[in-house]
């Protein structure tokens, strides 16, 4: 096959696959923006006679999703931290320190990221039942039906993945650089917190977008550690508005188009940061 016939398939392979992504997105807001009324007449795959922002009203008042939002925000916040903060240390440790059980950990937190999470759902519910908080940490007294269960399970699935990252691109750093640090009196702190975070920036604004959305997004942990449903994430407010015989899938799809916007805005702030950390060393032979 010709050059200008696989540039033609590639072209057509990627706007097949921006369908794909862009129909349902583009199908839901279009639902939401649909009185209920009318979609039960006319069925949701028909002609809008009116179009409201009503489901968008009605969504934000009856599921309470301030509140939600801000659960989600004491969530994901301090795990984007914590996940980014342990990794980078990690990842520098088995890069910039010679050790020799570096291979090894790099390994173990690697191979972390091949471990499905329902596997261990059994035996990680009944661990979180017997771990005891504080009253101000954990209203329950344990870590099950706690913000802070939410947030450590979080960051210990999202380490993994992040080291694997990090430490690529660490090695990416000329050794030089380091070398001329140490002779010049750098201590190992130093070298971490001055020399490389800074120098690593647009790896973590890139893996800080996705996991913001991968934590916010989160679904799977908020329904199985934590039994309050005032204390779980903008999520699970989408279940608020599920009726038990009839579900009203206009208000439904508004709720949804609200939860994804705060991803979005993160995608749009750290836009630049985020393709640069997905390009990193790819101009490198």
Partial sequence: MKRASWRTAAY?????????????????????????????QYGYV???????????????????MLRFFGNSVLITVPAVIVTL????MVAFVVTRVT????????????AGNLLPQQVIITPLYRLYLLIPLPGFLSSSGYLYDSTIGLIVINVAFQTGFCVFVLSNYMRTIPGEMYEAAEVDGAGLWARYWRMTMPLCRP???????????????????????????????????????????????????????IVAVPTLVV???LQRQFIAGLTLGSTKG
């Fill in 99 to 110: 050790m020799k059980v570096n291979l090894a950990l790099l390994l173990l937190f690697t």
């Fill in 85 to 88: 903060l342990l990794a980078s």
């Fill in 46 to 64: 028909s002609l809008p006679h009116t179009f409201t922002f009503q489901n968008y009203v009605n969504a934000w008042t009856q599921s309470d």
């Fill in 203 to 257: 790896a973590l604004a890139a893996l800080a977008t996705l996991l913001t959305t991968w934590i916010y997004n989160d679904f799977f942990w908020a329904i199985t550690l934590i039994s309050t449903g005032g204390k779980r994430p903008v999520t699970s407010a989408l279940a608020n508005l599920q009726g038990q015989f009839v579900s009203n899938q206009n208000l439904i799809a508004a709720a949804a188009v």
């Fill in 12 to 40: 057509v392979f990627m706007i097949v696959a921006c369908l794909a992504w862009l129909v349902p997105l583009l199908f839901a807001l279009y639902v939401s923006f649909r009185p209920y009324a009318e979609t039960s």
């Fill in 267 to 269: 995608y749009l702030l």
